[in-house]
């Protein structure tokens, strides 16, 4: 729930106080999501998946601070490209490699359950499935890689 707060606290910030960026349409869709997401989690007992993604995402969000830091200091050009490496290198790992395992895990645990809870489960599921779906498709189309 505190990263609820946080995320709340973030859009708040974002639509009243803030100056309007060339990014505010891609974070105020980011917080939007990520509350929702979080949100739809706790609602549905989901809530343990739910923290272990928060938890994946928040871990590569230390590495983003370093490479924003060098690249906007003046430091030697081996560090900016070992920061950025490293950076590239636990994007993959945490958000390719381990959130696989998370989400086949979670998967497997669910299809074991009884079967009184799996339909109701099961159309959650899918209704999340497709929101992310439809999300990443949002994120390639605005970069322009679709169209």
Known sequence: MAQLTIHVAD????????????DFIAMLLH????????????FTNFSSTG??????HDFGDFFVYIARIS???DIYSSLKL???LTLTGVFIYTRL??????????FIGFFNKSNNE???????????????????FYIYDSKGIIS
């Open 11 to 22: 859009v708040i910030w974002l639509v009243f106080i803030n100056d309007r960026q060339s």
């Open 31 to 42: 917080h939007t999501c990520t509350i929702s997401l979080i949100t739809f989690s706790y």
């Open 51 to 56: 923290s272990l993604v928060i938890l994946l």
């Open 82 to 84: 070992s920061s950025g």
């Open 97 to 106: 490699y381990i959130f696989f395992f998370i989400i086949e895990n979670h």
């Open 71 to 73: 690249t906007s200091t």
């Open 118 to 136: 799996n339909f109701r489960d099961f159309s959650l599921l899918y209704l999340l499935t497709k929101y992310i779906l439809g999300l990443q």
